[in-house]
């Protein structure tokens, strides 16, 4: 991991894989954490290096909720969430291959300040280990967002039922956040239109235009909107994601979701972002930033590496100077 982002130092700002703030938010087989202080040296020893290589690095704090399987939490507890919705639509990777989701476990509503107190430590252990800041992962169907979307909110206290009570969750999580590393260290990511991991909403327009403007007047770092312009015929929103929420959001705003050099470039030049980020592509090119630069082509990447094994597919990309 200390070769891999050291690599792609040269990168504006790294936001990492998803790291669960405790071992309950645990998603996968093989991800990070950040809630011991055995992490935080691991961490560490990655920090100091992009550092050392002159790069910027944000941890990207993610909790699965009910994205996660018994035999990857502790004492095989049921995974939690804020009512007892499953996904149905996928399965969950396990130590022996892919399984059903399980029903989750609906959160007491006494247990819901200790998840958002598991994230404030994380925070501060992000300081620990050297990070310049935090991101949440409110998307894609992790708990933050599990608690905005209709789908899979069914609530009726004051955590489900009205946006204000939909966004509670998320709003107290980045509060915590910013109480630990000031709001200008602090990264949101949603992803308005996303349907993975059974990520629905009765009007995702409306729902995620209230979290923005929730988030607009806090002064954080930015908003990063995950938009995908692949989407499967017939399950694309009646609404670019990335627009939508531009108009409401009045800060830093950073997008991203399969752009090319030319497509990220007149998004800036037309303001509709301040900022593109890169995922796929700078797994299989490591100096991205350059090859962007020059215009150059960009190496394919191994989808069948992304998530696991050695490294091969992980840090074994050429740069251009090792393909000539």
């Known amino acids: 991991m200390v070769e891999y982002y050291t690599q792609r130092a040269s990168a504006g700002l790294i936001i990492t894989e998803g790291t669960h703030p405790s071992p309950m938010g645990r998603g996968y087989t093989t991800c990070p954490g950040l809630h011991n202080q055995e992490q935080v040296g691991g961490w560490r020893k990655v920090t100091d290096a992009v550092h050392a290589a002159g790069g910027r690095i944000f941890v990207q704090l993610m909790h699965a909720g009910r994205v996660s399987h018994s035999s990857l939490l502790p004492n095989h507890a049921r995974p939690i969430a804020p009512s007892a919705v499953p996904v149905v ?71 489900g039922g009205t946006l204000e009570n939909r966004t509670r969750f998320t709003l107290e999580v980045v509060n915590a ?80 979701g399969g752009f090319d050099r030319q497509q990220g470039d007149e998004a800036i030049t037309s303001r509709r972002a301040d900022a593109i980020v890169f995922g796929r592509p700078f797994i299989s090119n490591p100096d991205l930033v350059e090859r962007l630069r020059l215009n150059a082509p960009l190496s394919k990447g191994d989808i069948r590496t992304f998530y696991g094994g050695s490294e091969h597919g992980y840090t074994d990309y050429p740069t251009l100077p090792q393909l000539h």
Do not use: M
Not at 131 to 137: K, S, T, W
Not at 185 to 212: H, L, S
């Open 89 to 159: 639509s996928e399965e969950v990777h396990v130590w022996d291959g892919k399984v059903p989701f399980e029903i989750p476990r609906p959160l007491e509503l006494s247990e819901i300040p200790e998840i958002v107190e598991e994230f404030r430590r994380a925070a501060e252990l992000s300081i620990e280990a050297g990070f310049d800041g935090v991101e949440l992962h409110a998307a894609t169907g992790y708990l933050p967002n599990q608690f905005q979307v209709s789908g899979s909110n069914q609530r009726t206290d004051a955590y």
């Open 177 to 256: 956040l910013c109480k630990v590393r000031g709001a200008e260290q602090i990264g949101v990511k949603i992803a308005p239109g996303f349907t993975v991991n059974d990520t629905f909403d009765d009007n995702p327009a409306e729902t995620y235009t209230y979290v923005a403007k929730a988030l607009s007047p806090l002064g954080l770092a930015y908003l990063h909107v995950g938009y995908n312009q692949g989407y499967a015929r017939g399950t694309a929103p009646n609404f670019n994601p990335i627009d939508l929420l531009r108009t409401v959001y009045q800060g830093t705003l950073l997008a991203v």
